[in-house]
Protein backbone atom coordinates (compact mmCIF):
# COMPACT_ATOMS: atom_id res chain seq x y z
CA UNK A 1 0.00 0.00 0.00
CA UNK A 2 1.33 3.50 -1.05
CA UNK A 3 1.63 5.63 1.80
CA UNK A 4 3.25 9.09 2.57
CA UNK A 5 3.12 10.03 5.95
CA UNK A 6 3.98 13.89 6.46
CA UNK A 7 5.50 15.23 10.02
CA UNK A 8 3.59 17.11 12.79
CA UNK A 9 1.77 20.51 12.94
CA UNK A 10 4.37 23.20 13.78
CA UNK A 11 3.67 26.73 15.45
CA UNK A 12 6.72 29.27 14.70
CA UNK A 13 7.82 33.06 14.93
CA UNK A 14 8.09 35.17 11.90
CA UNK A 15 11.95 34.79 10.97
CA UNK A 16 12.13 31.59 12.05
CA UNK A 17 13.25 28.58 9.67
CA UNK A 18 11.64 24.95 9.74
CA UNK A 19 11.96 21.97 7.69
CA UNK A 20 8.90 19.29 7.58
CA UNK A 21 8.98 15.86 6.36
CA UNK A 22 7.27 13.39 4.42
CA UNK A 23 8.19 9.86 4.41
CA UNK A 24 7.39 7.61 1.55
CA UNK A 25 6.33 3.44 1.54
CA UNK A 26 4.88 0.69 -0.29
CA UNK A 27 6.52 1.61 -3.18
CA UNK A 28 10.03 2.50 -4.77
CA UNK A 29 10.77 5.52 -3.75
CA UNK A 30 13.70 6.64 -5.72
CA UNK A 31 11.16 6.08 -8.98
CA UNK A 32 8.55 8.72 -8.71
CA UNK A 33 8.69 12.66 -8.45
CA UNK A 34 7.24 13.93 -4.93
CA UNK A 35 5.48 16.93 -5.07
CA UNK A 36 4.37 20.08 -2.25
CA UNK A 37 0.93 21.74 -2.61
CA UNK A 38 0.40 24.61 -0.48
CA UNK A 39 -3.22 25.17 0.73
CA UNK A 40 -3.98 28.38 2.72
CA UNK A 41 -6.30 29.06 5.36
CA UNK A 42 -10.10 28.40 3.27
CA UNK A 43 -8.30 28.53 -0.23
CA UNK A 44 -7.44 26.25 -2.62
CA UNK A 45 -4.74 24.37 -4.18
CA UNK A 46 -1.48 25.45 -5.43
CA UNK A 47 1.35 23.76 -6.81
CA UNK A 48 4.75 24.75 -5.43
CA UNK A 49 7.29 22.19 -6.96
CA UNK A 50 8.93 18.59 -7.32
CA UNK A 51 12.04 16.60 -6.75
CA UNK A 52 12.91 13.45 -8.27
CA UNK A 53 14.51 11.51 -5.09
CA UNK A 54 16.37 9.59 -7.47
CA UNK A 55 18.52 11.72 -8.32
CA UNK A 56 17.29 15.55 -6.61
CA UNK A 57 16.38 17.18 -9.58
CA UNK A 58 13.86 19.69 -8.20
CA UNK A 59 11.59 21.92 -10.05
CA UNK A 60 9.74 24.78 -8.67
CA UNK A 61 6.91 26.88 -9.46
CA UNK A 62 7.83 30.27 -10.22
CA UNK A 63 5.77 31.28 -7.04
CA UNK A 64 8.02 29.47 -4.95
CA UNK A 65 11.09 29.86 -6.30
CA UNK A 66 13.79 31.38 -3.81
CA UNK A 67 11.15 30.97 -0.77
CA UNK A 68 11.52 27.56 -0.26
CA UNK A 69 13.80 24.80 -0.68
CA UNK A 70 12.39 21.15 -1.83
CA UNK A 71 15.15 18.32 -0.75
CA UNK A 72 15.21 14.45 -0.46
CA UNK A 73 17.66 11.49 1.25
CA UNK A 74 16.67 8.47 -0.34
CA UNK A 75 18.40 6.12 2.04
CA UNK A 76 15.27 6.86 4.46
CA UNK A 77 12.72 7.54 1.66
CA UNK A 78 12.09 11.11 2.55
CA UNK A 79 11.17 14.32 1.05
CA UNK A 80 11.55 17.48 2.70
CA UNK A 81 10.39 21.16 2.49
CA UNK A 82 12.09 24.31 4.59
CA UNK A 83 12.13 27.63 4.63
CA UNK A 84 15.03 29.72 6.09
CA UNK A 85 12.61 32.47 7.46
CA UNK A 86 9.20 32.04 7.88
CA UNK A 87 6.69 34.94 7.47
CA UNK A 88 3.38 34.95 8.40
CA UNK A 89 2.04 34.97 5.07
CA UNK A 90 3.12 31.35 4.89
CA UNK A 91 0.80 30.19 7.16
CA UNK A 92 -0.71 27.48 6.00
CA UNK A 93 -1.50 23.45 5.80
CA UNK A 94 1.06 21.71 3.17
CA UNK A 95 1.33 18.69 1.26
CA UNK A 96 3.16 16.08 -0.21
CA UNK A 97 2.25 14.14 -2.95
CA UNK A 98 3.53 11.23 -5.13
CA UNK A 99 3.60 12.16 -9.19
CA UNK A 100 2.94 9.55 -11.71
CA UNK A 101 4.31 10.00 -14.99
CA UNK A 102 2.96 7.23 -17.09
CA UNK A 103 5.12 8.48 -20.19
CA UNK A 104 8.23 8.88 -18.59
CA UNK A 105 7.93 12.82 -18.22
CA UNK A 106 6.90 14.50 -15.02
CA UNK A 107 5.55 17.22 -17.56
CA UNK A 108 2.35 14.96 -18.20
CA UNK A 109 2.29 13.57 -14.67
CA UNK A 110 -0.25 13.93 -12.06
CA UNK A 111 -0.19 13.21 -7.53
CA UNK A 112 -2.01 10.08 -6.96
CA UNK A 113 -1.44 9.44 -3.65
CA UNK A 114 -1.26 12.21 -0.84
CA UNK A 115 0.11 12.87 2.44
CA UNK A 116 -2.19 13.88 5.49
CA UNK A 117 -1.20 17.19 5.37
CA UNK A 118 1.19 19.14 7.67
CA UNK A 119 -0.67 22.83 9.10
CA UNK A 120 1.88 25.22 9.46
CA UNK A 121 1.31 28.39 11.37
CA UNK A 122 3.55 31.46 11.60
CA UNK A 123 2.60 34.12 14.36
CA UNK A 124 4.31 36.15 17.03
CA UNK B 1 0.73 30.01 -16.53
CA UNK B 2 -2.52 28.08 -17.96
CA UNK B 3 -5.47 29.32 -16.30
CA UNK B 4 -8.54 26.95 -15.18
CA UNK B 5 -12.06 28.08 -13.80
CA UNK B 6 -15.00 26.27 -12.60
CA UNK B 7 -18.74 26.71 -12.52
CA UNK B 8 -19.99 26.50 -10.17
CA UNK B 9 -18.38 27.92 -7.56
CA UNK B 10 -21.02 25.89 -5.17
CA UNK B 11 -23.81 23.34 -5.58
CA UNK B 12 -26.34 22.20 -3.28
CA UNK B 13 -27.87 18.64 -4.08
CA UNK B 14 -30.22 16.10 -3.51
CA UNK B 15 -29.10 12.80 -2.37
CA UNK B 16 -30.03 10.49 -5.90
CA UNK B 17 -30.14 13.45 -7.94
CA UNK B 18 -27.26 14.29 -10.37
CA UNK B 19 -24.16 16.62 -10.16
CA UNK B 20 -22.19 18.29 -12.62
CA UNK B 21 -18.89 20.06 -12.88
CA UNK B 22 -17.13 22.64 -15.29
CA UNK B 23 -13.88 23.29 -15.80
CA UNK B 24 -12.49 25.20 -18.32
CA UNK B 25 -8.30 26.27 -19.61
CA UNK B 26 -6.96 28.86 -20.72
CA UNK B 27 -5.14 26.91 -23.08
CA UNK B 28 -5.80 23.68 -24.76
CA UNK B 29 -5.10 20.81 -22.91
CA UNK B 30 -4.33 18.27 -25.75
CA UNK B 31 -0.58 17.57 -26.14
CA UNK B 32 0.27 16.88 -29.79
CA UNK B 33 1.26 12.86 -28.09
CA UNK B 34 -2.91 12.58 -28.52
CA UNK B 35 -3.51 12.80 -25.27
CA UNK B 36 -5.44 15.52 -22.94
CA UNK B 37 -3.88 16.09 -19.31
CA UNK B 38 -7.06 16.98 -17.09
CA UNK B 39 -7.71 15.95 -13.74
CA UNK B 40 -10.35 16.04 -11.47
CA UNK B 41 -9.59 15.66 -7.64
CA UNK B 42 -11.94 15.92 -4.43
CA UNK B 43 -11.26 16.70 -0.81
CA UNK B 44 -13.44 16.14 1.53
CA UNK B 45 -13.60 18.55 4.48
CA UNK B 46 -9.99 18.01 6.96
CA UNK B 47 -8.86 15.20 4.11
CA UNK B 48 -6.26 15.46 1.50
CA UNK B 49 -7.32 15.80 -2.12
CA UNK B 50 -7.89 12.56 -3.56
CA UNK B 51 -8.02 11.28 -7.10
CA UNK B 52 -10.82 10.84 -8.92
CA UNK B 53 -10.31 11.26 -12.60
CA UNK B 54 -7.38 11.45 -14.46
CA UNK B 55 -6.59 12.31 -18.66
CA UNK B 56 -10.19 13.71 -18.64
CA UNK B 57 -12.33 10.26 -18.74
CA UNK B 58 -10.33 7.42 -16.65
CA UNK B 59 -11.02 6.86 -13.56
CA UNK B 60 -8.77 6.56 -10.45
CA UNK B 61 -8.52 2.72 -8.52
CA UNK B 62 -11.27 2.68 -6.60
CA UNK B 63 -13.23 5.46 -7.31
CA UNK B 64 -16.80 4.68 -7.66
CA UNK B 65 -18.41 4.15 -11.42
CA UNK B 66 -21.43 7.11 -10.64
CA UNK B 67 -18.37 9.45 -11.47
CA UNK B 68 -17.30 9.81 -14.89
CA UNK B 69 -15.39 13.31 -16.76
CA UNK B 70 -15.60 14.02 -20.28
CA UNK B 71 -14.45 16.69 -22.45
CA UNK B 72 -11.82 17.86 -24.92
CA UNK B 73 -9.46 20.98 -25.56
CA UNK B 74 -10.35 24.02 -23.40
CA UNK B 75 -14.11 22.44 -22.07
CA UNK B 76 -14.44 19.66 -19.76
CA UNK B 77 -16.94 18.03 -16.94
CA UNK B 78 -17.04 16.19 -13.65
CA UNK B 79 -20.56 14.16 -13.32
CA UNK B 80 -21.73 12.33 -10.51
CA UNK B 81 -24.75 10.48 -11.80
CA UNK B 82 -26.79 10.07 -8.41
CA UNK B 83 -24.95 12.37 -5.08
CA UNK B 84 -24.31 10.32 -1.96
CA UNK B 85 -23.71 11.55 1.43
CA UNK B 86 -19.69 11.25 1.25
CA UNK B 87 -19.40 12.80 -2.04
CA UNK B 88 -19.36 16.26 -0.08
CA UNK B 89 -16.32 18.26 -0.27
CA UNK B 90 -14.40 20.94 -2.61
CA UNK B 91 -13.77 19.24 -5.99
CA UNK B 92 -10.65 20.80 -7.97
CA UNK B 93 -9.83 20.22 -11.78
CA UNK B 94 -6.22 20.55 -12.68
CA UNK B 95 -3.78 20.34 -15.58
CA UNK B 96 -0.28 19.30 -16.26
CA UNK B 97 0.52 19.95 -19.84
CA UNK B 98 2.20 22.99 -18.93
CA UNK B 99 5.06 22.80 -16.42
CA UNK B 100 6.00 24.76 -13.83
CA UNK B 101 3.52 24.91 -12.60
CA UNK B 102 0.62 22.29 -12.51
CA UNK B 103 -2.51 24.92 -11.79
CA UNK B 104 -5.74 23.72 -10.41
CA UNK B 105 -8.99 25.44 -10.43
CA UNK B 106 -10.84 27.21 -8.24
CA UNK B 107 -12.38 24.23 -6.38
CA UNK B 108 -16.65 23.42 -6.45
CA UNK B 109 -17.69 22.88 -3.21
CA UNK B 110 -20.65 20.43 -3.24
CA UNK B 111 -22.91 20.15 -0.18
CA UNK B 112 -26.19 18.10 0.38
CA UNK B 113 -29.45 19.50 0.97
Known amino acids: EVQLVQSGAEVKKPGESLKISCKGSGYSFTSYWIGWVRQMPGKGLEWMGI????????RYSPSFQGQVTISADKSISTAYLQWSSLKASDTAMYYC?????????????????WGQGTLVTVSS | DIVMTQTPLSLSVTPGQPASISCKSSQSLLHSDGKTYLYWYLQKPGQPPQLLIY???NRFSGVPDRFSGSGSGTDFTLKISRVEAEDVGVYYC??????????FGPGTKVDIK
Open chain 2, 55 to 57: EVS
Open chain 2, 94 to 103: MQSIQLPPFT
Open chain 1, 51 to 58: IYPGDSDT
Open chain 1, 97 to 113: ARLTDKYGDFRRGYFDY
